[in-house]
């Protein structure tokens, strides 16, 4: 039967843009496939090289770290200090 393939062929056509929503990952919280990489970061000067890559989900805001291709970790990122005023000693 020649038809399967065809539709066998629309079928992968019409899946494959939801791919990356499918490998999407599991935010280790709310269970959400909302985890979104951030970035990868190489430690300088470490040896074994270590990096850490960073995530966040975006249906509980909470923000992840994993160092290597170990476990996921809750992390808080830096908090940005509002600037001190600094009065200047006369
Ligand atoms: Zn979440």
Do not use: N
């Amino acid at each position: 039967m020649k038809d399967w393939y065809m539709i066998f062929a629309l079928l992968a056509v019409l899946v494959s843009p939801l791919f990356p929503i499918l490998l999407k990952s599991k935010c280790p919280r709310c269970a959400k496939r909302k985890l979104e990489h951030l970035e990868s970061v190489h430690v300088d000067g470490a040896k074994p090289s270590e990096f850490f890559t960073y995530y966040k989900c975006h249906a509980c805001e909470t923000s992840f770290r994993q160092k290597r291709s170990g476990k996921l970790e809750s992390f808080e990122p830096p908090v940005q200090e509002p600037e001190r005023v600094l009065t200047p000693s006369l």
